[in-house]
């Protein structure tokens, strides 16, 4: 069974942008803070538009199992409760999301 996860970023406007991730969610944090800590990182992963999953080496991005990237593509949130709205439509489990430079991690419970 799959632990899913959105992964985001805060952008100078505000708004955020995130991709969906399909496995490890409670993991993905962890995996995030270790090996990829800085602005550039958190670009490059959430550029890659959704992911089957994370690890030390790198995202497995579904644009290159063949998924279309008008499916894929990272999704926009105005703001915060917009991205916990997208974070409960797509039922993430966890949301990681980075801003003042670090990742941040939410643990999503029960209905809105």
């Given at each position: 069974?799959s632990t899913?996860?959105r992964?985001a970023?805060?952008?100078?406007d505000?708004?955020y942008?995130?991709?969906?991730?399909?496995?490890?969610?409670?993991?993905?944090?962890?995996?995030l803070?270790?090996?990829?800590?800085?602005?550039?990182?958190?670009?490059?992963i959430?550029n890659l538009?959704d992911?089957s999953g994370?690890?030390k080496?790198g995202?497995?991005?579904?644009k290159?199992?063949?998924?279309?990237?008008?499916?894929?593509?990272?999704?926009?949130?105005?703001?915060?409760?917009?991205?916990l709205?997208?974070?409960?439509?797509t039922?993430a489990e966890f949301l990681?999301?980075w801003?003042?430079?670090?990742?941040?991690?939410?643990?999503?419970?029960?209905?809105?």
């Amino acid at each position: 069974m799959s632990t899913r996860s959105r992964i985001a970023r805060l952008l100078d406007d505000g708004s955020y942008r995130s991709i969906y991730c399909h496995f490890d969610g409670d993991r993905v944090g962890q995996i995030l803070r270790q090996y990829f800590s800085s602005e550039n990182d958190a670009r490059a992963i959430i550029n890659l538009g959704d992911i089957s999953g994370i690890d030390k080496d790198g995202a497995k991005a579904y644009k290159d199992m063949g998924d279309p990237w008008s499916r894929v593509r990272p999704k926009h949130s105005a703001d915060l409760t917009a991205l916990l709205n997208l974070a409960y439509d797509t039922d993430a489990e966890f949301l990681h999301y980075w801003q003042e430079g670090q990742w941040h991690t939410l643990q999503m419970s029960g209905p809105r």
